[in-house]
T-cell receptor
Framework: DTGVSQDPRHKITKRGQNVTFRCDPI?????LYWYRQTLGQGPEFLTY????????KSRLLSDRFSAERPKGSFSTLEIQRTEQGDSAMYLC?????????????FGPGTRLTVL | GQQLNQSPQSMFIQEGEDVSMNCTSS?????WLWYKQDPGEGPVLLIA?????ELTSNGRLTAQFGITRKDSFLNISASIPSDVGIYFC?????????????FGKGTKLSVKP
C-alpha cells in the first residue's frame, strides 16, 4: 500500500494558463475524490468518481474545471484559463466502496499559485 | 450549506498537557472523522467514528461520536512536540451524498513559547 500520490506537488502559473494535476489513488480503492483547500480553511469537496464514473460535482466546480478518471485508476483535474482565485491546495482522496466507506485517505496535495 | 463549528480555533500546549477539542453541527451526522494536517501536506486520518456514542482510541488520542449525533470531541493525552499541527473534524451529514465530507475550519495546536 503506497498511499495516495499527487503530481506535481507545487505548480506556479500565470493567469490565463491551463494546468493539469494528477492523482493516483491507493490501489483497489474504487472511489476517488477531489477537494480544494484555501489558507485557514478545511478542505472543500469538488467532485468524486466511482470507478470511471463521475458521480457528483460541487457548485465550486466551475465550467473551467474538468476532472476525468478514464480507466478507473488515476484521475486528472484540469483548470482552464486560471484565475488568481484558483490559488489553493488541491487534494485528492480515495476509499474503497464497502461498509464504512467514509474513511477517505488523502494525498499530499498540489499547491497551485496563480500569478 | 452544511457547516461544522470546530473549537477552539487555536491553542497552545506544553509538553505533557492533555488537549481537548470539539466539533458541533446544527444537523445530524452519520460519520465523524478526525484528521491531522502538517504544513504543506495532506490531512492524515487519525480516528473514524460510525455510531452514536462510539468511543475510539488510537494511542494517546481518544475521540467520541456524540449521542445526539451532532457533535464529536478529540482528546490528546500527554501531548508531545510532534502533536503540533492543525486538527480537522469532518463528517458526512445524515442524508448526505456518498462523496461529500464536510470539514471544520480546524484547530491549530502550537507549542507554548
Amino acid at each position: 500500500d503506497t498511499g495516495v500520490s499527487q503530481d506535481p506537488r507545487h505548480k506556479i502559473t500565470k493567469r490565463g494558463q491551463n494546468v493539469t494535476f494528477r492523482c493516483d489513488p491507493i490501489s483497489e480503492h474504487n472511489r476517488l475524490y477531489w477537494y480544494r483547500q484555501t489558507l485557514g480553511q478545511g478542505p472543500e469537496f469538488l467532485t468524486y468518481f466511482q470507478n470511471e464514473a463521475q458521480l457528483e460535482k460541487s457548485r465550486l466546480l466551475s465550467d473551467r474545471f474538468s476532472a476525468e478518471r478514464p480507466k478507473g485508476s488515476f484521475s486528472t483535474l484540469e483548470i482552464q484559463r486560471t484565475e488568481q482565485g484558483d490559488s489553493a491546495m488541491y487534494l485528492c482522496a480515495s476509499t474503497r466502496t464497502a461498509y464504512l466507506t467514509d474513511t477517505q485517505y488523502f494525498g499530499p496535495g498540489t499547491r497551485l499559485t496563480v500569478l | 450549506g452544511q457547516q461544522l463549528n470546530q473549537s477552539p480555533q487555536s491553542m497552545f500546549i506544553q509538553e505533557g498537557e492533555d488537549v481537548s477539542m470539539n466539533c458541533t453541527s446544527s444537523s445530524i451526522f452519520n460519520t465523524w472523522l478526525w484528521y491531522k494536517q502538517d504544513p504543506g501536506e495532506g490531512p492524515v486520518l487519525l480516528i473514524a467514528l460510525y455510531k452514536a456514542g462510539e468511543l475510539t482510541s488510537n494511542g494517546r488520542l481518544t475521540a467520541q461520536f456524540g449521542i445526539t449525533r451532532k457533535d464529536s470531541f478529540l482528546n490528546i493525552s500527554a501531548s508531545i512536540p510532534s502533536d503540533v499541527g492543525i486538527y480537522f473534524c469532518a463528517g458526512r451529514p445524515f442524508g448526505g451524498s456518498q462523496g461529500n465530507l464536510i470539514f471544520g475550519k480546524g484547530t491549530k495546536l502550537s507549542v507554548k513559547p
